[in-house]
């Protein structure tokens, strides 16, 4: 009894630091950096048709922001002419709409995904540049009018950069010229001119192709060219870019005027065949099993260095926030994230912050507490 008395006061402080930590603690990702930026996820077509309802949940739970992964690209809108598939990009609008997301539109002009047919008349011989301009706007005009004050914010020219900071010599480029940038921009912005407008890239803490984007952003500016936002796509790796890299790139950016959104981000945890940062679609590598190293697993010491990582990447998106609108996860949880598939087909691979169950990992935490660091 005399024992008990005496535990009582201390289990109470007990019980109350461990409230206190608790209330402490945000509920959610998109709670921690409420006020500095959204936090967002990719859907996939199972997210957005409602098949993958535990998906559901975490987004509704962590995020208040959504990108489409596919649904709004030009081969699954508009795969054949005159042929228009609007459904699931329908689907991912109202999602949006309903919950009240920060909805980004990915993307309306890339070399990628994008029909052989829309660069080539019907003799099969290449366009014109102003037959192909006239697609382009038309493509342009159809999909942001359609969505026109839903769709907050476009990917408007997505890759156009080689990693060496030159134009990209796309069949865009080639067939128009390098101005089919400031060319979609223009046609983005009367089509929506209250949408926030950007160019997508991956690998810009490279210094040569870091130096090309802002030539490009300078350059679209003096002519007058609305450009609002730099997406820094950020397919990383548990050692690059460094936390110093990641912040010279985004000041470096932000200081020609634009928002940095962190626009696809996930960290490859396995053996890399390649160099650089690089999201080139076009690399494939044959399968085998020591490139798969972790089927059953991550081993703890790479867990940790996945966290840690994570955690230096917060920690300075969360010090540049006045410079950030967002920074969005290119997938929900590590079963369905395309670098299970890319640039090897058939890996198990752990890029993200929800684990094959929906259940977070230790990064997940990290990345909870960085503003909570920082007070
Ligand atoms: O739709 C077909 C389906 O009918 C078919 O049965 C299946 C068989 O493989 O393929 C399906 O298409 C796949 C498509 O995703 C939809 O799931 C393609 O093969 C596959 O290549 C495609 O991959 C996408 C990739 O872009 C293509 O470029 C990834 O899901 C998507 O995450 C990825 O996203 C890009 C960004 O748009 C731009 N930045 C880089 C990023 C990662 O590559």
Same mark, same amino acid.
């Given at each position: 009894?005399?024992?008990?008395?005496?535990?009582?006061?201390? !289990?109470?402080?007990?019980? !109350?630091?461990?409230?206190?930590?608790?209330?402490? #603690?945000?509920?959610?990702?998109?709670?921690?950096?409420?006020?500095?930026?959204?936090?967002?996820?990719?859907?996939?077509?199972?997210?957005?048709?409602?098949? /993958?309802?535990?998906?559901?949940?975490?987004? =509704?739970?962590?995020?208040?922001?959504?990108?489409?992964?596919?649904?709004?690209?030009?081969?699954?809108?508009?795969?054949?002419?005159?042929? &228009?598939?609007?459904? =699931?990009? /329908?689907?991912?609008?109202?999602?949006?709409?309903?919950? +009240?997301?920060?909805?980004?539109?990915?993307?309306?002009?890339? +070399?990628? #995904?994008?029909?052989?047919?829309?660069? %080539?008349?019907?003799?099969?011989?290449?366009?014109?540049?102003?037959? $192909?301009?006239?697609?382009?706007?038309?493509?342009?005009? =159809?999909?942001?009018?359609?969505?026109?004050?839903?769709?907050?914010?476009?990917?408007?020219?997505?890759?156009? *950069?080689?990693?060496?900071?030159? *134009?990209?010599?796309?069949?865009?480029?080639?067939?128009?010229?390098?101005?089919?940038?400031?060319?979609?921009?223009?046609?983005? @912005?009367?089509?929506?001119?209250?949408?926030?407008?950007?160019?997508? /890239?991956?690998?810009?803490?490279?210094?040569?192709?870091?130096?090309?984007?802002?030539?490009?952003?300078?350059? *679209?500016?003096?002519?007058?060219?609305?450009?609002?936002?730099?997406?820094?796509?950020? +397919?990383? @790796?548990?050692?690059?870019?460094?936390?110093?890299?990641? /912040?010279?790139?985004?000041?470096?950016?932000?200081?020609?005027?634009?928002?940095?959104?962190?626009?696809? *981000?996930?960290?490859?945890? $396995?053996?890399?065949?390649?160099?650089?940062?690089?999201?080139?679609?076009?690399?494939?590598?044959?399968?085998?099993?020591?490139?798969?190293?972790?089927?059953?697993? !991550?081993?703890?010491?790479? #867990?940790?260095?996945?966290?840690? #990582? &994570?955690?230096? $990447?917060?920690?300075?998106?969360?010090?540049?926030?006045?410079?950030?609108? %967002?920074?969005?996860?290119?997938?929900?949880?590590?079963?369905?994230?395309?670098?299970?598939?890319?640039?090897?087909?058939?890996?198990?691979?752990?890029?993200?912050? =929800?684990? %094959?169950?929906?259940?977070?990992?230790?990064?997940?935490?990290?990345? $909870?507490?960085?503003?909570?660091?920082? %007070?």
């Amino acid at each position: 009894m005399r024992a008990s008395c005496f535990t009582r006061p201390v !289990l109470f402080a007990t019980v !109350l630091i461990a409230a206190t930590a608790w209330a402490q #603690q945000p509920a959610s990702l998109k709670q921690a950096y409420q006020g500095d930026f959204y936090v967002g996820a990719a859907m996939n077509a199972a997210e957005i048709t409602g098949q /993958d309802q535990r998906s559901d949940a975490i987004i =509704l739970e962590q995020f208040n922001s959504i990108s489409p992964e596919n649904a709004l690209k030009w081969a699954i809108v508009n795969p054949e002419p005159g042929q &228009y598939n609007w459904g =699931l990009a /329908d689907q991912y609008v109202a999602f949006g709409v309903e919950h +009240h997301m920060w909805i980004v539109g990915h993307n309306l002009v890339w +070399h990628n #995904q994008v029909p052989a047919w829309v660069f %080539r008349g019907k003799d099969g011989k290449l366009l014109t540049r102003d037959a $192909l301009l006239a697609r382009m706007k038309e493509h342009i005009f =159809l999909e942001v009018g359609r969505y026109k004050g839903k769709i907050q914010s476009w990917d408007v020219v997505n890759e156009a *950069l080689n990693d060496d900071g030159t *134009l990209r010599h796309s069949l865009w480029y080639r067939i128009i010229g390098p101005d089919y940038i400031a060319k979609a921009f223009q046609y983005a @912005h009367e089509a929506d001119p209250k949408a926030q407008l950007t160019y997508n /890239d991956y690998n810009l803490t490279n210094p040569e192709k870091l130096a090309g984007v802002i030539r490009l952003v300078k350059q *679209l500016k003096a002519e007058g060219v609305t450009i609002d936002c730099v997406g820094m796509q950020n +397919h990383d @790796h548990l050692d690059s870019p460094t936390a110093a890299e990641e /912040d010279a790139a985004i000041r470096a950016i932000a200081v020609t005027g634009v928002k940095v959104a962190i626009s696809e *981000l996930d960290i490859n945890v $396995l053996p890399w065949p390649g160099t650089g940062n690089t999201a080139e679609v076009s690399m494939h590598m044959a399968s085998s099993p020591k490139w798969n190293p972790w089927p059953n697993g !991550l081993p703890r010491d790479v #867990q940790q260095k996945l966290t840690d #990582q &994570y955690a230096a $990447l917060f920690r300075v998106f969360y010090k540049d926030r006045a410079d950030i609108s %967002r920074v969005t996860f290119w997938g929900v949880t590590n079963a369905q994230s395309w670098l299970n598939n890319w640039p090897i087909p058939g890996r198990t691979n752990y890029p993200l912050l =929800l684990d %094959r169950e929906g259940k977070p990992v230790p990064a997940f935490a990290a990345i $909870l507490n960085v503003p909570g660091e920082a %007070r």
